[in-house]
């Protein structure tokens, strides 16, 4: 619809109610453009509230913007590169809450699609979900902290965390997991830990490239990989008797089988290498448009102009990284 020729952007905001938390919800966004469509902007927040007129996140608020590449925790957020696309879609699985919101902000006049499916879609019959699944926002990765089945903590000479089961298991989604980082001893007050990805999908062409993000408890970034390929590492100095998240995104909109390793350790040794016969970051195989975009300093920074313009017009609290 038109806006006041004032203004950067539009919005159209929805209410999305549920009373029971227990069924998988999908959406499915689309928009002109046809890959390339920079005027719609799905921006997703389970918290929303009012004060002298205007909207602000909730403290506690995720928030969820593939199209943009933002994504974030306890109303923070930042920026993950995420290659352009005719469409977005996030599958939710079980939300924890019983309403959430959604921005579609836009830049000029235009149709575009929403549609809400009642369950889970799976994008390829290869990759199907993981043991973590849902853990699209950072509420489902803390439920699954508190499962004792999907609990992952670590410390100085533990045992590191694997796990080569992993999916994503739809274009451009995002998997958080939360860990503890406890400490050994008194003088044991921050640690070196290295994060690690690499493909573990089959086959002679990976077209994946996912990166990795850390943020503490509270969503503040801590460090980010974001290396051509699905094979990152990653080494932060963090502080020890804390949570932390580790988010794995996907920037070419490619599901894939992954592996994490979380070591307190300057390296991850026990993370095999990707399935025999495919060559690690063969990033040749991925579409040439994303790969461009990837390795292009212009796009990327025109990318984030374009997810801070939006996300200051939404009032989300945004930081470029």
């Known amino acids: 619809e038109p806006f006041d020729r004032n203004s950067s ?80 879609v ?19 006049s235009g149709g575009y699609g929403m549609r809400v499916i009642r369950g889970m879609v799976m994008a390829d019959p290869n990759v199907g979900h993981d043991r973590f699944t849902p853990n699209e926002v950072c509420d489902q990765a803390d439920v699954n902290f508190a499962n004792p089945a999907t609990h992952i903590a670590v410390h100085l000479g533990s045992t590191p965390f694997v796990d080569t089961t992993l999916t994503i298991d739809f274009p451009h989604a995002t998997d958080w997991y939360r860990f503890r980082l406890d400490t050994v001893n008194a003088a044991d007050l921050a640690d070196t830990v290295t994060f690690a990805t690499v493909s573990r999908s089959p086959g002679s062409k990976d077209t994946s490239d996912i990166d990795v993000t850390v943020l503490d408890i509270n969503g503040n970034y801590m460090g980010q990989a974001v290396d051509s390929g699905s094979t990152e590492v990653m080494k932060l100095n963090l502080a020890t008797n804390a949570d932390y998240y580790v988010v794995i995104s996907d920037y070419a909109g490619a599901p894939v089988r992954y592996g994490l390793c979380i070591q307190v350790a300057t390296s991850c040794p026990s993370l095999p290498g990707p399935v025999p016969g495919v060559s690690p970051n063969r990033t040749s195989s991925i579409p040439r448009r994303a790969l461009r975009e990837r390795m292009s300093p212009t796009l990327r920074s025109a990318a984030q102009l374009r997810a801070l313009r939006a996300a200051q017009a939404a009032r989300i609290p945004f930081r470029l990284r």
């Open 9 to 88: 952007f539009g919005i159209d905001w929805y209410r999305f109610g549920q009373a029971d938390t227990t069924q998988p919800a999908t959406f499915v966004f689309s928009a002109p453009g046809v890959g390339r469509d920079t005027t719609i902007f799905s921006i997703m927040a389970d918290s929303i509230y009012n004060n002298g007129g205007f909207a602000y996140l909730d403290p506690n608020s995720w928030i969820l913007a593939p199209n943009l590449g933002i994504f974030g925790c306890r109303s923070n957020s930042f920026f993950a590169p995420v290659a352009n696309s005719d469409s977005t």
């Open 90 to 108: 996030v599958e939710f699985g079980q939300l924890t809450s019983k309403k959430f919101f959604l921005y579609e902000e836009y830049s000029q």
